[in-house]
């Protein structure tokens, strides 16, 4: 028996045994791929979950040296979608019958934008009479705003550490307090002591970053019981300061690849948590959110922003049609996700069941 099939027998992983895993090629990462895939069927089933992506605004108040959004880059075109824009694309989620949508914008911790999110919740949950599930991806605030988004009908929250190795953190972000590791987990802490389903996630193939780092990644995720996971290969832009070790990082492919076998790889650790095929994958290939889903993932988040603003949301560069309007890009979805022995959960929330599990045995 080879040592990859070996270590897939057993019923915890170490550190060297994730990176062994990580490793894997040909063959053997097949049977990585086969495996996990067949956990998934049995644990969470072959439906995918869909979330409409609103990203409704690309101003932020941060600096992430490799986000094309950040702060610093002039070269944009801000936006701020009106709420009757917003509300309108969620209309469109109803339509298509995704029972989830996902708010996401760079970051803003200003009452006029906590309060205005707020009241966003509360017409969704009007609008849709209950019925649309609401996950939101708007960085780091304070408790006090989680909860109020929570009290007001937001029930899962993603927020991506982005990287576990605090050195690493550090390499690829402003050295300030805007941009502090500790109060990034902080967060993550408090968005579970609220209630939240609590997402979160990391890039996979950032310049410094070593297999090792992605495998305490994952460990990570274990010990913390998070309930969602999206991680996706890091993709430089042009316009950012990490631009320049452009030339110190592992091929496109490679960080494909390895992106997928991350995904393998944690739906091993986690049977029953939410992992994301992310756009990312999609950048790269235009069948690589399925192939994320064969690996193991269970959840796609089409973007349904409106077609206009798509192009402006760019926080890497080659993010697949930001020319198109989101009904154009939903057409082929189900044809596409049934490639990979999947259906679309259409109407269901598709709640994470490890959090599920955890509430219960609360
Ligand atoms: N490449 C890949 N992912 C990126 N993100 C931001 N910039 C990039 C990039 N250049 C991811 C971050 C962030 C999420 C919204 O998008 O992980 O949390
Ligand atoms: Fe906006 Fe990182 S640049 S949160």
């Known amino acids: 028996?080879?040592?990859?099939?070996?270590?897939?027998?057993?019923?915890?992983?170490?550190?060297?045994?994730?990176?062994?895993?990580?490793?894997?090629?040909?063959?053997?990462?097949?049977?990585?791929?086969?495996?996990?895939?067949?956990?998934?069927?049995?644990?969470?089933?072959?439906?995918?979950?869909?979330?409409?992506?609103?990203?409704?605004?690309?101003?932020?108040?941060?600096?992430?040296?490799?986000?094309?959004?950040?702060?610093?880059?002039?070269?944009?075109?801000?936006?701020?979608?009106?709420?009757?824009?917003?509300?309108?694309?969620?209309?469109?989620?109803?339509?298509?019958?995704?029972?989830?949508?996902?708010?996401?914008?760079?970051?803003?911790?200003?009452?006029?934008?906590?309060?205005?999110?707020?009241?966003?919740?509360?017409?969704?949950?009007?609008?849709?009479?209950?019925?649309?599930?609401?996950?939101?991806?708007?960085?780091?605030?304070?408790?006090?705003?989680?909860?109020?988004?929570?009290?007001?009908?937001?029930?899962?929250?993603?927020?991506?550490i982005e990287t576990t190795n605090h050195t690493l953190y550090q390499k690829i972000h402003p050295k300030n307090s805007l941009h502090d590791f500790n109060h990034r987990l902080d967060c993550l802490y408090s968005l579970r002591s609220v209630g939240y389903q609590t997402g979160t996630g990391v890039m996979i193939g950032l310049p410094f970053q070593t297999i090792d780092d992605l495998a305490n990644d994952l460990l990570f995720f274990q010990k913390f019981g998070i309930d969602m996971v999206g991680m996706g290969p890091y993709l430089e832009h042009s316009q950012t300061p990490l631009f320049k070790f452009r030339n110190e990082l592992m091929t496109v492919q490679k960080r494909f690849e390895l992106s997928l076998k991350m995904i393998a790889v944690l739906r091993i650790l986690m049977n029953d948590i939410n992992i994301a095929a992310t756009t990312a994958l999609q950048a790269i290939d235009p069948m690589g959110r399925e192939k994320g889903i064969k690996a193991g993932a269970n959840v796609i988040m089409p973007n349904i922003t409106p077609g206009p603003h798509r192009k402006d949301y760019l926080l890497y560069e080659s993010k697949p049609c930001p020319d198109e309007e989101a009904i154009q890009c939903k057409g082929c979805l189900d044809a596409r996700i049934a490639m990979v022995d999947a259906i679309g959960g259409y109407g269901e929330w598709g709640d994470s069941k490890h959090f599920q599990n955890r509430t219960i045995s609360e």
Request: include cysteine.
């Open 1 to 160: 028996m080879s040592i990859i099939s070996s270590i897939l027998t057993q019923a915890s992983f170490s550190s060297s045994d994730l990176v062994k895993l990580l490793g894997s090629e040909g063959d053997e990462m097949m049977l990585l791929f086969e495996t996990s895939n067949k956990i998934k069927q049995n644990i969470t089933g072959n439906k995918v979950y869909f979330r409409g992506l609103i990203e409704f605004t690309n101003f932020c108040i941060k600096d992430c040296l490799y986000c094309g959004i950040r702060k610093s880059n002039h070269s944009i075109q801000r936006y701020n979608l009106s709420d009757e824009q917003i509300l309108d694309a969620v209309r469109f989620a109803e339509e298509e019958n995704f029972a989830s949508i996902v708010l996401q914008s760079g970051e803003n911790t200003s009452s006029t934008f906590t309060e205005r999110i707020t009241h966003l919740i509360t017409r969704i949950k009007d609008q849709s009479q209950g019925r649309m599930r609401i996950t939101l991806s708007l960085g780091e605030q304070s408790e006090s705003v989680y909860r109020q988004w929570h009290e007001a009908g937001a029930h899962r929250y993603l927020l991506r």
